[in-house]
């Protein structure tokens, strides 16, 4: 079992572009979060994915969005991306919407 | 508002003594409390989880505390090991809502 896997692994981009990251969930699950996390500072919930929809949503601004593919697997994508966008981004999988998370190794975006 | 806050910000420890990691939390109702474990760049992983009914857990050296009617929570790392040195998160999900909230963390250090 693979694991949660997330891809890129780092990535840098200007300011203004856009940038989709992707990931794979643990064999079995059907459920993925986002989350982004700033240097010093603990994982701020995204949005969470289940059937493909999105099912929750933290407090993030539109040029976030996000999809589910039928096989789980799900993308993450920011427009207009901001400075303040350089996060470290993690995906969770689990089994069930509020089952316990396991967490990829992140995908670390810099915009410049 | 769900709040989770952590104590100290951050502690630094010779290898192979004790320490306890603190974590206050204000979400409610209360469903499960999880600490994780996050080296430098990477994703948390899950220690510990427990829910209204358990005050105790344990995973190898790491030992979880939940004091339910204080709303209280502490992680005991016994004989610390280099390897130790990490940020500790504690995570606290309410119930009916899949959105857990996440303290800030504690960075721990274990110097030899």
């Known amino acids: 079992d693979a694991g949660v896997t997330q891809s890129p692994t780092h990535l840098i981009k200007t300011r203004g572009q856009q940038v989709t990251l992707r990931c794979s969930p643990k064999?079995?699950?059907?459920?993925v979060s986002w989350y982004q996390q700033a240097l010093g500072q603990g994982p701020q919930f995204i949005f969470q994915?289940?059937?493909?929809?999105?099912?929750q949503r933290g407090n993030f601004p539109d040029r976030f969005s996000g999809h589910q593919f039928p096989n789980y697997s799900s993308e993450l994508n920011v427009n207009a991306l901001l400075l303040g966008d350089s996060a470290l981004y993690l995906c969770?999988?689990?089994?069930?919407?509020?089952?316990?998370?396991?967490f990829g190794q992140g995908t670390r975006l810099t915009v410049v | 508002k769900n709040q989770v806050e952590q104590s100290p910000q951050s502690l630094i420890i010779l290898e192979g003594k004790n320490c306890t990691l603190q974590?206050?939390?204000?979400?409610?109702?209360?469903?499960?409390l999880r600490w994780y474990k996050q080296d430098t760049g990477r994703g948390p992983v899950s220690l510990t989880i427990?829910?209204?009914?358990?005050n105790t857990k344990s995973n190898g050296r790491y030992t979880a505390t939940l004091d339910a009617d204080t709303k209280q929570s502490s992680l005991h790392i016994t004989a610390s090991q280099l390897s130790d040195s990490a940020s500790y998160i504690c995570?606290?999900?309410?119930?009916?809502?899949?959105?857990?909230?996440f303290g800030r963390g504690t960075s721990l250090i274990v110097h030899p």
């Open positions: 969770a999988s689990s089994l069930t919407p509020n089952t316990e998370a396991f």
């Open positions: 064999s079995g699950h059907d459920t």
């Open positions: 994915y289940y059937e493909e929809e999105e099912r």
């Open positions: 974590c206050n939390y204000t979400v409610s109702p209360f469903s499960n």
């Open positions: 427990m829910t209204f009914s358990e």
């Open positions: 995570v606290v999900s309410a119930g009916g809502s899949y959105i857990p909230t």
